[in-house]
């Protein structure tokens, strides 16, 4: 946008701070297409399902029409890799810190907690893409959820389809490296502290 509306440094900071703070008013007296163009990015933050489609319609200036093909691109891919997966955009996020250049992004838990900030920057002209960890809320999450952990120990040939069944019901898969009989399957099953063991498709407890 920058780019395309040829911002000075003044501008720039004025524009950012209005975006920080989720709001429009006063852009128009830099320029009424500037608005018109801030007004329908903020109005897309939101799920990824339904905004996506209306940013798609959207025709943007030369260099934001790029980054928005770019970000369009990224984000079908993950929807197609991960299709269950909650995802919200927010075309016009700034990090505060103006560490990253083009796509940023962050990770939450199901309690919303932040779990992994990171996105794409630059190294001597290099172009990277990195992540943080905020190991105290991940600590967090996992000691809330350590209770309801059930883990099960299969066979070396379980198929996809029946681990993916069983993480569904809320187990975690512990899979052998070979093909095992029935008592090793058990025996594997307490070495490894699985309450649970599967044999021909039954869910066995290991007590």
């Known amino acids: ?13 004025f524009v950012k701070e209005k975006y920080k703070n989720k709001n429009y008013n006063g852009i128009d007296e830099i320029s009424k297409n500037l608005e018109f163009f801030s007004q329908e990015l903020l109005n897309l933050v939101g799920l990824v399902e339904t ?21 369009i691109k990224v984000v ?8 269950s997966l909650n995802l919200y955009m927010d075309p016009l996020e700034i990090d ?19 779990l992994f900030t990171g996105g794409n920057y630059k190294v001597f002209k290099e ?18 959820r350590v209770d309801n952990m059930k883990k099960i ?15 569904r019901k809320g187990f975690i898969v ?7 009989n ?8 307490r070495t490894h502290k699985c309450e649970y063991y599967l044999v021909e498709s039954k869910i066995l407890r290991t007590d």
């Open 76 to 83: 079908d891919k993950i929807r197609k890799k991960f299709p």
């Open 174 to 180: 512990v899979k052998a490296i070979k093909k095992l």
């Open 96 to 114: 505060g810190s103006d560490y990253h250049t083009g796509l940023a992004f962050k990770v939450f838990s199901e309690n919303l907690k932040e």
């Open 1 to 13: 946008l920058s780019k395309d509306f040829n911002l000075s440094r003044g501008q720039l900071d």
């Open 153 to 167: 120990f299969v066979n070396e040939d379980l198929s996809d389809n029946f681990k993916k069944s069983l993480q």
């Open 182 to 189: 029935v008592s090793q399957i058990k025996r594997n099953a």
């Open 127 to 144: 172009n990277c893409i990195g992540f943080s960890g905020f190991v105290e809320n991940l600590l967090k999450e996992s000691l809330l």
């Open 51 to 71: 905004n996506i489609i209306k940013l798609k319609k959207i025709k943007f200036p030369k260099f934001t029409q790029i980054e928005i093909n770019n970000f």
